[in-house]
């Protein structure tokens, strides 16, 4: 099995990279806080991987942080979330955010998570809650750059990708702008966004 992957960033989008490792390029799934942390094409990156093999097909999935992809191998573990709703999952809140609202049981929190209903988040509850007990969290930040209206329009774009209805994603995009006195790069836009739609 893939462990990790060490390689060019050859092509990035909020939920998927192609990483050139010794001329052989891997497609990765990646939350959207992975996206984050990514660099600009070309750079040279290290993800850690977890490798779902299927019948018909091998998926990789990606992650920065150890945290992560423990998050990520918990929540999978559970009965009905395989891995792209695991990723949509850990893209839906920053991943403390995430360990925190399953803690303290915040299930309307949950909720608010595109494909995530009632039933499934209670699930998380139940099934993580002193899983997840163990787990160290650490929040990150990225280093902002000026942003334009393509990258506004990118940002809406991506959070509809997410599963948001383009009202939401538009007002939020919105709320973000007005609110910002600094000029956003598009992840921290897209991370703002994110936080706006889950209050």
């Known amino acids: 099995m893939i462990a990790n992957l060490s390689g060019k960033l050859l092509r990035k989008l909020p939920n998927q990279v192609v990483l050139d490792v010794h001329g052989v390029g891997y497609e990765v799934n990646i939350p959207i806080s992975t996206f984050y942390e990514l660099g ?24 920065k942080t150890p945290m992560e992809k423990q998050v990520f191998e918990r929540l999978i573990s559970i009965s009905g979330v395989g891995p792209k709703l695991g990723i949509t999952i850990l893209s839906g809140m920053p991943v403390e955010d995430l360990v925190s609202s399953i803690r303290q049981s915040n299930v309307s929190r949950l909720t608010s998570i595109p494909g995530i209903g009632k039933k499934t988040a209670e699930r998380l509850v139940v099934e993580l809650r002193d899983k997840l007990l ?57 991370r703002k966004a994110l936080q706006q739609l889950s209050k």
């Open 134 to 190: 163990q787990l160290s969290l650490s929040a990150e930040q990225s280093p902002p750059t000026p942003h334009t209206s393509q990258q506004q329009d990118d940002a809406i774009s991506a959070l509809l990708n997410l599963g948001y209805s383009k009202p939401s994603a538009e007002n939020a995009v919105h709320v973000v702008v007005s609110a910002s006195k600094a000029a956003l790069s598009f992840e921290e836009l897209l």
């Open 40 to 63: 600009e094409l070309g750079t040279g990156i290290e993800l850690l991987i977890h490798t779902h093999v299927r019948e018909d097909a091998i998926a990789l999935f990606g992650f």
